[in-house]
């Protein structure tokens, strides 16, 4: 997930050190930079899986639209295994449908 602000802290007046968190980092999309609220679990996961080590990176979205145009510019890596891609369901399944391009004429 993009950090897009840093956390910031109250400094001590003396050293300088860092002292009590004043501000929370804010967190965005990985597409898109909006800001994903982690109180409302508004993100999309997307998981990358590689062959021969348990390695995975993640990936985080604010929208289905973001989803679709990360996928349609990923390329695949050298050691790739796998995508794992969000649970759609009812509405936004059928958002994704759309921004994929599929009809309901396509076969399945």
């Known amino acids: 997930m993009a950090i897009i602000q840093e956390r910031k802290y109250e400094k001590c007046k003396t050293c300088g050190a860092n002292g009590k968190v004043i501000q929370e980092e804010l967190y965005g999309c990985d597409r898109c930079q909006r800001r994903i609220d982690l109180a409302k679990d508004e993100r999309h996961e997307v998981t990358v899986f590689f062959t ?11 929208s289905v639209r973001c989803v679709v145009q990360w996928l349609r510019a990923f390329r695949r890596p050298k050691n790739f295994n796998f995508v794992s891609l969000p649970l759609f369901q009812g509405r936004r399944f059928f958002e994704f449908q759309q921004w994929l391009g599929a009809s309901e004429q396509d076969p399945a």
């Open 52 to 62: 021969g080590n348990a390695a995975v990176e993640h990936y985080y979205f604010c």
